[in-house]
């Protein structure tokens, strides 16, 4: 995968004694994750002249090459091994969170105009009783009732 590097290391026992209590350990720096799970490997004993293949999948947080240190001792010797592995970073995932809020004005609006319109025909209608038929009425009032002086 192009996000990840695998490092192989080929450990040789080149004497003709045996090792024993043999630890391998990846030492890495913050930018350098170990995904393949382990750090750390250890065997009881390695023959002399013996081979034993190790390797470790890799990632980093930012491309780049990245120094990484192997570790090995046993009961017999100890020995440091430094290296610089170009690994590719993980891409980075940006998430967003879209929310979309729809609000209804129409049926507010609608429901504005309809209670407009109906106090205004009621306006109206009161506007035509009093200025339209009161008069009448009372004209017709004012004719029936007669004042005498006298």
Do not use: Y
């Amino acid at each position: 995968m192009p996000d990840r590097t695998e490092l192989l290391v080929s450990l040789t026992n080149v004497g003709d004694v045996d090792a024993s209590n043999l630890v391998v350990t990846l030492v890495s720096g913050l930018e350098i994750m170990v995904i393949s799970g382990i750090s750390t490997f250890d065997r009881s004993t390695s023959e002399g002249g013996a081979s034993w293949q190790l390797s470790w999948m890799l990632a980093a947080r930012s491309s780049g090459v990245h120094p990484v240190t192997i570790r090995v001792a046993c009961d017999q010797e100890r020995a440091e091994l430094s290296l610089s592995v170009p690994v590719a970073g993980i891409p980075q995932v940006t998430t967003t969170q879209t929310s979309t809020m729809t609000v209804e004005k129409e049926q507010a609006t609608k429901d504005v105009l309809v209670v407009f319109a109906q106090i205004a025909f009621l306006v109206m209608i009161a506007f035509a009783v009093f200025a339209i038929v009161m008069p009448i009425v009372l004209s017709q009032r004012r004719s029936e009732v007669v004042f005498r002086l006298g």
